[in-house]
């Protein structure tokens, strides 16, 4: 593959960098301890001895710790850093990587390239260059703003990046957890990323065993992380773009047969029949559909072959790995699949013929057919994410039943249903209807209802999806501590009669947390880890917690593109940046499409109000400190860690969205500066945290949010904003 091959979009201009002299010294922070010095220095076209020179005058901590981990495991955090700084011959140099392998990064890795806005910006050759006197000096002050707030010891992390996977371990000694009602539940790897999950095995462990030791001890039986038909059997006459599908079936095997000591069965998610490249069209031309989000949808009507393949692939599948758990099948999706993955197959001239409950039938039905004829005992388990005729259905109630309709019938078989989607939602006296999942809204909801009691009519069983450890409300976290909404939402499921549970999309598979709430209640958690007095005080921090969380303005819109997710470490501006926020990537200052449908004011309040009441949580903690045991500080220090970032992330994006509020109604230059001193203390805040602990920022699709060297950026950020708006009084 050629580099100009790579994915463009618009190519607008990068950000610009005011904080530092110089562009490249903007590129030495960001990379500082994530990659090694001789990298940096050959990209920037300079000595070692310059790059050790440049980084020690801006205070960066000398000498320098580089953890291999981040080229390894979170190559994603840095091409993100660098998206606006460097080209990408440059972010190849920087990762080692072919285009073919940014290519499939962007394109597999859960939307990547959507999450970096379907645009690269288009960053010119950086290299060094000797800085002038006046730049010097202007260096000179960024290594004082950071020594006001920083000891070079708080430079360094006491817990390193990636070090919480060494902290694994099985709880309780083996013995028997308490039922919890449930058939079966299945959970995403914390260790699973997604990308090549089984191409890349034997580096990237996907779910080691220390993992799965302390999954089995907390009542998990299953785990599921994704996979691509494709890469695990050859389609037939395009065996080409099935290289090293032998491997991964080996790596399948192993993994398998290593989580079934633990009671642990793998589930693999299948979005099929998934685009494939332009090349493949030429061999297989019957298979080309219709344009989808620029991409080739696969046709399933206008040849057999498609669904052919789907049966024999499962069937050689679970031929070759007997003890597979099963699949969980996505039909409709923000990935271009089949031609009616979007509900616009009627464009499609073959398609179009047929009802849109029929084609989503005969994909999932075909992969049944193949997998129960090799495994008649696994569980398939298709999962009606975004099930709808036309893209503007509110409900799809009726949608839903008809695929239900058209499916086998058979005891392991199950739709997997969003507990909450179509939720009818009133947050600051503002209504709406929830679209995907959260935890501030506690469902099922009516339509959740409607779909289980149709599929128990029909003999279909049901699965209900929650998130139990965060959401994409807040996903920095391992686990949102509001175990009374939790709970609240598990006690309805059960009322409802659901076997099956799906924890967690790719974020929430935090091994502890809230999931310990799917055999207790909040009571028996705090009880069990802490004396009665401290237990008292934990509850009733829950509790403000829990109702504080319940003023989230909830949209789909929202839980995407606002800072929530970002915090602190996403920066402030003077002006408008020009972006438009993206999906769990780049906040920026996009305002409107943070607020989605709440309007500016309301929305600001309902984070001011949520933030008022988990600060009274707080503070009960603080409190309560001085009850504390030696055998309980690990314990309280966890939820205190977790509990303090959560309002970092929270209290952050009432603040942005105050400040850009102010900048772009009248240029309130005070409440701007408010704004911009209390980022700062946050941002200090949360390094304090993530510096001692290392799930703080990390979440398995998106590897690590931000970095140390990222907070510490925002804190010059917030400090270039003061001295601007200072000096333009």
């Known amino acids: 593959m050629n580099i100009d091959e790579l994915p463009v979009g618009s190519a607008p201009t990068p950000l610009s960098t005011p904080c530092f002299p110089m562009r490249w010294q903007h590129f030495l922070w960001r990379n500082w301890g994530l990659v090694k010095v001789e990298k940096l220095a050959a990209i920037l076209k300079c000595s070692t001895e310059e790059i050790f020179k440049a980084a020690g005058d801006m205070g960066l901590p000398l000498p320098v710790r580089v953890n291999e981990k981040w080229l390894l495991r979170g190559y994603l955090t840095l091409i993100r850093n660098n998206w606006h700084l460097l080209n990408y011959e440059q972010m190849l140099e920087l990762l080692e990587w072919t285009p073919e392998k940014m290519a499939y990064t962007l394109k597999e890795e859960d939307f990547f390239w959507v999450k970096l806005g379907k645009l690269k910006p288009a960053a010119t050759v950086l290299r060094y260059i000797p800085l002038t006197d006046e730049e010097q000096k202007e260096t000179a002050r960024i290594k004082e703003i950071i020594g006001e707030y920083l000891t070079p010891e708080q430079l360094i992390r006491s817990e390193d990046a990636y070090q919480f996977a060494e902290l694994y371990h099985g709880r309780g000694n083996g013995e028997k957890k308490k039922e919890d009602g449930f058939k079966f539940n299945f959970i995403h790897s914390y260790a699973a990323s997604c990308g090549d999950v089984l191409g890349e095995a034997d580096l990237l462990d996907p779910v080691p065993e220390n993992l799965m030791a302390q999954y089995s001890s907390m009542g998990i039986n299953g785990v599921w992380f994704h996979a691509i038909l494709y890469l695990l059997c ?14 991964r079936l080996e790596n399948l095997k192993k993994i398998v047969q290593r989580c079934k000591k633990y009671g ?8 099929e029949p998934r685009t494939m ?14 344009d989808a989000r620029g991409a080739v949808a696969n046709c399933t009507t206008k040849t057999s072959e498609v669904l052919e393949y789907l049966e024999r692939s499962l069937e050689t599948i679970f031929t070759a790995v007997p003890d597979l758990g099963g699949i969980l099948t996505i039909t409709m999706s923000e990935n271009t699949t089949n031609c009616h993955c979007d509900a616009q197959g009627n464009e499609c001239p073959y398609c179009g013929k047929f009802p849109p409950e029929k084609i989503i039938a005969d994909i999932n039905a075909a992969m049944e057919r193949g997998m129960h004829r090799a495994a008649p005992e696994a569980e398939m388990i298709a999962y009606d994410w975004a099930w709808r005729r036309t893209p503007r259905d509110v409900t799809s109630e009726e949608f839903k039943k008809a695929v239900m309709e058209l499916l086998p019938k058979n005891e392991h078989l199950y739709v997997n249903c969003v507990s ?28 959740a209802l409607t779909t289980w009691r149709n599929g128990a009519e029909l003999g279909i069983g049901c699965v209900a999806k929650v998130q139990i450890n965060n959401s994409w409300e807040l996903a920095a976290v391992p686990y949102i501590p509001v175990p009374y909404l939790i709970r609240e939402h598990l006690d309805n499921l059960k009322k409802a009669g659901i076997k099956g549970i799906m924890l967690s999309w790719t974020h929430g598979g935090y091994p502890g947390g809230n999931l310990e709430l799917l055999s207790k209640t909040p009571e028996e958690c705090a009880a069990e880890h802490f004396s009665p007095e401290l237990a008292e005080c934990v509850c009733q921090a829950w509790r403000f917690f829990s109702e504080g969380f319940r003023e989230f303005p909830f949209s789909v819109g929202t839980a995407y593109t606002s800072p929530c997710n970002w915090g602190p470490v996403n920066q402030l501006y003077l002006t408008p940046s020009g972006y438009h926020a993206t999906m769990v990537g ?10 989605s449908f709440y309007p500016e004011d309301i929305f600001e309040n309902q984070f001011e109000l949520l933030t008022t009441q ?6 009960i903690l603080e409190k309560a400190r001085s009850l504390v045991k030696d055998e309980e500080k690990a314990d309280f220090e966890d939820l205190e860690n977790v509990a303090k970032a959560s309002y970092c992330h929270l209290r952050s994006t009432c603040l942005q969205v105050r400040f850009v509020r102010a900048r772009d109604n009248g240029y309130d230059k005070k409440i701007m500066a408010e704004c911009a001193e209390e980022e700062l203390k946050l941002a200090l805040e949360l390094h304090h945290i993530c510096r001692r602990d290392s799930r703080i920022g990390f979440e398995a699709s998106n590897h690590y949010l931000y970095t140390l060297n990222d907070l510490r950026e925002k804190v010059l950020n917030c400090r270039y904003i003061l001295k601007m708006l200072e000096r333009n009084n």
Do not use: M
Not at 264 to 271: A, G, Q
Not at 277 to 289: A, I, L, M, N, S
Not at 614 to 619: E, M, N
């Open 234 to 247: 050859p389609i037939p006459g395009a065996e080409k773009f099935s290289a090293g599908y032998e491997k």
């Open 264 to 271: 642990i069965k793998i589930y693999l998610y299948l979005n």
């Open 277 to 290: 490249p332009e090349e493949f069209y030429t061999y297989k031309p019957d298979w080309r559909g219709r």
């Open 420 to 447: 909450e989607w179509g939720k009818t939602t009133e947050v600051g006296g503002v209504k709406g209807i929830l679209h995907d999942y959260s935890i501030s809204q506690v469902g099922p909801s009516e339509e």
């Open 586 to 595: 780049f906040p920026y200052d996009d305002l409107k499409s943070w607020c």
């Open 614 to 619: 988990w600060k009274k949580g707080l503070d």
